[in-house]
């Protein structure tokens, strides 16, 4: 089982970057896909959620109108879009595959905003 999380970087505020993350090893359908953050000296935190088919979706507060999730079935690839980017977004960004009494996380990408 992978996922494997790719195009942090480093981005001056108002920038743009899109996440992906690429499974394999388990039914990707199968599963609703989340995006969570973690910034240093602060707890992890939930950013987006995408449901299996990518109907239904929610985002925090705080990317609200920023951020966008979807998702790839044929791929078995989801995205985040961070657009309008700020140097509060800077964190690690993990996407996180849960079905049914089981769940898995991905290792990660930084991402920083910083002029």
């Known amino acids: 089982v992978q996922l494997v999380e790719s195009g942090g970087g480093l981005v001056q505020p108002g920038g743009s970057l899109r996440l992906s993350c690429a499974a394999s090893?388990?039914?990707?359908?199968?599963?609703?896909m989340s995006w969570y953050r973690q910034a240093p000296d602060k707890e992890r935190e939930l950013v987006a959620f995408i449901d299996r088919a990518g109907g239904i979706t929610h985002y925090a507060d705080s990317v609200k109108g920023r951020f966008t999730i979807s998702r790839d079935n044929a791929k078995n690839t989801v995205y985040l879009q961070m657009n309008s980017l700020k140097p509060e977004d800077t964190a690690v960004y993990y996407c996180?595959?849960?079905?049914?009494?089981?769940?898995?996380w991905g290792q990660g990408t930084q991402v920083t905003v910083s002029s």
């Open positions: 996180k595959a849960v079905r049914t009494g089981w769940n898995y």
């Open positions: 090893g388990f039914t990707f359908s199968d599963c609703a």
